[in-house]
């Protein structure tokens, strides 16, 4: 170094004590100038291996150049004491210090390996402006791979998609039947069949789906075609021999079963494997899909709720994979807008939006004891004051069976009965008790788990009835139109014989019409023994419906005219006289459809955002109670027919 920068290092170190002399009561001047002073001399493995652990604080080891003179204050510090007293965290731990008390490694530190990287984020793919998660295989190079294979001639297409329920099947199957359509080979569309809907013999059936050219065939759970069939062997035949049709073929495979196809069956399929939504990575990056396509943004603060959530939740039942994470960020949507309205551009979601979705979804997060949030739910619903007074003693038996430390409430009589007409209330009620069960520790998860009686019917009644009892593991299994039950002595025996075994691990609640469940009840008296209350729902008035109706239109910041309030009171004294009327879901399918009604109104005028707010008597459809029923519960077979008067 020059004498002109030499002379600048003096001159800033000496500006730079001078500036800090009005700061004295701050600084250990001593502290730092003396080991300063005293590292001249020092080397550094002088001070890595402690013998000069005595100096002061660890210093920053200058040239060996003199320090210049500087001012008066500095030359005073250089006549104090050499040692001057330590400070916290000035101190330099002597060796014996360091290896005395403290653990030490049982490897020396540079043989300990670094963490591990955090797993990178699953790769997504993009085809056609939908987008689909990637898992260990890549779907971009099946895409082309398959559009190449179609072009062509004589291509036989067999794709087998490996993966647990509910990771990306169809919407993965969509994207390889449109790039098969821009090789020629079909229209886009897709043909469906489930292998664990099968029925009869499985040969016949699986014949009779493969047969014949057509657009591709989504062939669901090929492996229960395969694995429940009486003679397995027979249907691999069936599988491979129907290849030489020129139809492609998507099958779809659990992971635990396809180890157990057979190599002749295997091979004749390209192998896909969806990714593994059980993984917080996946499950984040999947999230990430699904809020770009509903033109959602989500904060950084919001998304540390969401992977704690994620994280947090098992899924039950078919609430899994991607349905559970599309299930939390719907949730998480519906409460943004019940707080803050609908946006009119992207909608941002905060950590509030998400607070409690979790506990929602699985009520056993919900910290124990905590059932005030369902009794609130169970308060809020319109009517229903003697049900409300009924669970209310289940809960307060509950609380002492959970205080008592009861598991499973303290086994028969535990499961419900549940009389009443469709819509009044009662797998709403069956979810509010799952959840109070679960939160108070009587039930694992408490989600509720719904089928038919007539879904317990026919083919392999017991893997039905068993089928349904383990997706209800943990949880409350609803069994709607359960006086048909006594049309199925086999379900019935099959069911009655899993309750006694797994008394402790799920609950069961039989739904039925008011005057259908006592004949088989009476008729089945061990089964009635597995049962303790029955509750009866009563039918809501046309001013509770109207109530209803109401609430539904302030979720959605609709305001209702008061000649409407009153047309819709006469609307549902003429639509309950039917045996279609379902009450709640009545209410809802109509709101939805003056709605549309609305909509279509006002499109293509200039409306100010009053008018658009607001629904009025001229948005009732015109059809009379019969029709509009029909109309509104088009999915159901029977015309509709009213019911003589005072009739149940």
């Known amino acids: 170094m020059d004498a002109e920068g030499e002379d600048d290092t003096v001159d800033d170190r000496a500006l730079g004590v001078t500036m800090m002399d009005s700061l004295e009561e701050h600084v250990n001047h001593a502290t730092s100038l003396d080991a300063l002073e005293q590292a001249k001399n020092a080397t550094y493995l002088d001070w890595i291996t402690g013998t000069r652990a005595d100096a002061g604080s660890i210093p920053i080891v200058l040239p060996p150049t003199p320090v210049p003179p500087g001012p008066p204050r500095t030359r005073m510090i250089e006549q104090q004491d050499p040692q001057p007293p330590e400070r916290p965290g000035t101190r330099i731990m002597s060796e014996a210090d360091l290896f005395g008390s403290a653990p030490m490694p049982e490897r020396p530190v540079e043989q300990i390996a670094p963490p591990p990287p955090p797993a990178p984020m699953p ?97 669901e759970r090929l492996d229960r075609a395969v694995l429940d069939a009486a003679d397995p062997a027979r249907v691999v035949a069936a599988v491979t021999g129907a290849r030489e049709n020129k139809a492609a073929l998507i099958a779809t495979c659990d992971p635990a079963s396809y180890a157990r196809l057979p190599a002749e069956l295997t091979r004749v399929f390209q192998v896909f494997r969806l990714p593994d939504l059980t993984n917080i990575q996946a499950r984040m990056a999947l999230l990430h899909v699904l809020a770009d396509e509903r033109r959602v943004t989500i904060t950084a603060a919001g998304l ?14 078919d609430l899994v994979g991607a349905r559970l994470v599309e299930a939390y960020l719907d949730r998480a949507v519906a409460r943004h807008i019940d707080r803050a309205g609908a946006p009119r551009d992207r909608m941002v979601l905060v950590p509030v939006d998400f607070v409690g979705v979790a506990e929602e979804i699985e009520p056993a997060l919900r910290p124990p004891r905590d059932v005030d949030g369902y009794l609130r739910g169970l308060e809020e619903m319109v009517g229903l004051d003697e049900v409300k007074r ?140 597995e049962f303790g209350a029955i509750v009866e729902f009563g039918e809501p008035t046309e001013r509770q419906l109207v109530q209803l109706f109401s609430r539904l239109a302030e979720r959605d910041l609709y305001m209702l005219d008061e000649e409407l309030r009153v047309e819709l009171i006469d609307r549902f004294a003429g639509m309950r006289r039917y045996p279609e009327f379902a009450f709640a879901d009545t209410v809802r399918r109509l709101f939805d459809q003056i709605v549309a009604r609305q909509a279509a109104r006002l499109a293509g005028s200039r409306v100010d955002p009053a008018a658009v707010a607001r629904l009025t008597v001229g948005d009732l459809p015109e059809a009379q109670a019969g029709q509009l029923l029909h109309e509104l519960h088009f999915d159901r077979r029977r015309p509709p027919h009213p019911r003589p008067p005072g009739g149940a």
Not at 185 to 213: K, M, N, Y
Not at 304 to 317: A, F, P, S
């Open 123 to 219: 790769k997504v793919a993009e085809r056609f402006g939908i987008r689909f998660l990637c898992g260990a295989d890549d779907a971009t190079e099946l895409f082309d791979g398959l559009h190449r294979r179609g072009q062509q001639p004589g291509q036989r297409l067999a794709l087998l998609i490996v993966g647990e329920p509910h990771t990306g099947q169809r919407r993965l199957t969509r994207l390889v039947a449109r790039s098969l359509a821009g090789a020629g080979v079909g229209d886009g569309s897709v043909r469906t069949a489930d292998g664990s809907e099968l029925r009869g013999d499985h040969v016949t059936a699986v014949t009779a789906i493969l047969r014949g050219a057509g657009p591709p065939l989504l062939f």
């Open 304 to 317: 540390d709720v969401v992977r704690g959530d994620l994280t947090r939740l098992t899924g039950h039942g």
């Open 390 to 529: 009924t669970v209310g003693g289940l809960v307060a038996e509950a609380r002492m069976a959970a205080g008592r430390g009861v598991r499973g409430h303290g086994g028969p009589g535990r499961h419900l009965v549940f009389l009443g007409r469709p819509g009044t209330g009662k797998a709403t009620v069956a979810g509010l008790i799952g959840g109070i069960y679960a939160a108070l520790n009587l039930l694992d998860t408490g989600q509720l788990v719904v089928c038919g009686a007539r879904d317990l019917a026919g083919g392999d009644t017991a893997a039905k009835v068993a089928a349904s009892v383990d997706r209800a593991m943990g949880g409350v299994l609803f069994i709607e139109d359960a006086h048909l039950l006594a049309h199925l002595p086999a379900a019935v025996e099959h069911l009655s014989r899993l309750m006694a075994e797994r008394r402790d691990r799920f609950m069961v609640i039989c739904a039925s019409p008011p005057g259908e469940m006592e004949d088989f009840l009476r008729a089945n008296p061990g089964f009635r023994a």
